[in-house]
C-alpha cells in the first residue's frame, strides 16, 4: 500500500527557535534515541512489526530501520518518511521541516494509518481513540524542539 493512499489520522507541529538544519539534527538523534530506549524493540517483535531492530546507515538515512520503522524517503532539512506495518496496522510518519523566519523552523509530524479487521480496529481503539498517540506525538515533537534549541 502506497503511503498516499493510508487514511490520514492526524498532524501535530511546533514551531522550533532554530534553522531547519539544527531542527534536522535533533530530529535524526530524537528518533535514534527513543528508539533505543528499553521494551521499544519488545514491543516492536510483540506486534510482528516488519522492522524491530535498528540496522542501517546512521547517522539515519534512506534503508535505516529502528524499531516499528523503515526510512523510505531522507531529505535532510526538509523532510523524513518512514513506513511501517505489523500485525494490526499499516502506518506512515512523515516529518516536515519548513522555516517560518530568521533562525526558526515548523516541524511537523503527519500521521496516516489504516487498522484491517476487527483486531486492527480495537488497536485503533487503544492507540489512537485513548488519545495516546497524540501525547506520544506531542512529546516527540517537544523532545525534538528542546535538543535543537
Known amino acids: 500500500m502506497q503511503i498516499a493512499t493510508l ?22 538523534e530524537t528518533l535514534d534515541r527513543s528508539s533505543s530506549r528499553r521494551g521499544v524493540a519488545g514491543y516492536a517483535r510483540l ?24 526510512v523510505v524517503a531522507a531529505i535532510p532539512g526538509r523532510e523524513l518518511v518512514l513506513r511501517g506495518r505489523h500485525r494490526f496496522s499499516s502506518y506512515a510518519l512523515i516529518f516536515r521541516i519548513e522555516p517560518v523566519g530568521s533562525d526558526r523552523s515548523q516541524i511537523r509530524a503527519e500521521s496516516r494509518a489504516t487498522f484491517p479487521g476487527l483486531a486492527g480496529g480495537l488497536y485503533r481503539r ?22 535543537a534549541e
Open 7 to 28: 487514511p490520514f489520522i492526524d498532524e501535530h507541529a511546533t514551531v522550533v527557535a532554530a534553522g531547519g538544519d539544527a531542527v534536522w539534527s535533533s530530529l535524526l
Open 47 to 70: 506486534v510482528r512489526a516488519a522492522d524491530s531492530t535498528a540496522s542501517g546507515p546512521r547517522p539515519i538515512a534512506e534503508g535505516s530501520t529502528f524499531p516499528g520503522f523503515r
Open 126 to 147: 487503544l492507540v489512537i481513540g485513548t488519545g495516546g498517540h497524540a501525547v506520544a506525538m506531542r512529546r516527540l515533537l517537544a523532545g525534538i524542539r528542546s535538543r
